[in-house]
């Protein structure tokens, strides 16, 4: 468990925000329709949302394609799925 928490060096202001926002989850909200927890990042936000919703079970990371391998892997060690997107279709949704 050491070196997981090694690799996950995520900042203490991502991980304080997202224990903030889990927090304010009631666990029906998520568990009982099993909607997935979603959150576009490639980088620290996304290493730290992984890390501390290992207790879900559907949980999804979106990376632009740019995003380099091994944040896809860091983030893989949790279990969490991770998927890319082209950031230039997306931007024009958003």
């Not at 995003?67 to 997306?90: F, G, S, W």
């Amino acid at each position: 468990m050491c070196s997981d928490r090694l690799a996950f060096n995520a900042g203490s202001y991502k991980v304080r925000g997202i224990l903030n926002q889990l927090r304010h989850f009631r666990r029906s909200q998520v568990t009982a329709t099993e909607r997935p927890l979603v959150t576009l990042s490639a980088g620290n936000y996304g290493k730290a949302f992984a890390y501390l919703t290992t207790k879900f079970r559907h949980r999804l990371v979106l990376m632009p394609t740019t995003a380099p391998d091994n944040r896809q892997k860091v983030i893989e060690v949790t279990h969490c799925l991770v998927m890319y997107y082209a950031h230039l279709y997306l931007s024009r949704y958003l």
